[in-house]
T-cell receptor
Framework: QKEVEQNSGPLSVPEGAIASLNCTYS??????FFWYRQYSGKSPELIMS????GDKEDGRFTAQLNKASQYVSLLIRDSQPSDSATYLC?????????????FGKGTHLIIQP | KAGVTQTPRYLIKTRGQQVTLSCSPI?????VSWYQQTPGQGLQFLFE???????NKGNFPGRFSGRQFSNSRSEMNVSTLELGDSALYLC????????????FGPGTRLTVT
């Protein structure tokens, strides 16, 4: 059974601080990892993808992957109130997408002004 | 480039009826995946189509089916609707490459009464 675990939160972070979101997955053969942001009443929006161990930075976002520990995280620097949303971690086994994405249930992030 | 579109956006049906939802992927994307999102279960993979062929199916009953047309547009059908089928149905499109980043449409909110 493929599982992706996230702390549901809410995670409250003051504006301007670093928000750290964590995700663990159960299947060791997972190859592709994604972070989606979902605002209330909206569909998920892809914000980061990562495929290799280490860090990947894109603007204020940094994704970190540790396959040995089966752990992926998302850091949001200089958090803004507009970052308040649910963040979904998604994992794909193999390539080509035939197995679909397995999602965690998301972490609700609140950025306090 | 236009995003993923889904129609209709909202739908109300009664138990026992059937429903067809439509999805048009991003131009050039040949893979279309369908997901069901509920508050209790989160986002769950339904099935994925690539070049008019279903490549895999999630753990849903046979009442859930789909197809893909030669222009990559996809439809999903749910027959004999049950109250538990009330959910947000999301379509995601992707290229067929290894990175397999999926982009979601706005979703169809289905309410079964």
């Amino acid at each position: 059974q493929k599982e992706v675990e996230q702390n549901s939160g809410p995670l409250s972070v003051p504006e301007g601080a670093i928000a750290s979101l964590n995700c663990t997955y159960s299947d060791r053969v997972s190859q592709s990892f994604f972070w989606y942001r979902q605002y209330s009443g909206k569909s998920p929006e892809l914000i980061m993808s990562i495929y290799s161990n280490g860090d990947k930075e894109d603007g204020r976002f940094t994704a970190q992957l540790n396959k040995a520990s089966q752990y992926v995280s998302l850091l949001i620097r200089d958090s803004q109130p507009s970052d308040s949303a649910t963040y979904l971690c998604a994992v794909m086994i193999g390539g080509g997408g035939a197995d679909g994405l397995t999602f965690g249930k998301g972490t609700h992030l609140i950025i306090q002004p | 480039k236009a995003g993923v579109t889904q129609t209709p956006r909202y739908l109300i049906k009664t138990r026992g009826q059937q429903v067809t939802l439509s999805c048009s992927p991003i131009s050039g994307h040949r893979s279309v995946s369908w997901y069901q999102q509920t508050p209790g279960q989160g986002l769950q993979f339904l099935f994925e189509y690539f070049s008019e062929t279903q490549r895999n199916k999630g753990n849903f009953p046979g009442r859930f089916s789909g197809r893909q047309f030669s222009n990559s547009r996809s439809e999903m059908n749910v027959s004999t609707l049950e109250l538990g089928d009330s959910a947000l149905y999301l379509c995601a499109s992707s290229t067929s490459g290894r990175t397999y980043e999926q982009y979601f449409g706005p979703g169809t909110r289905l309410t079964v009464t």
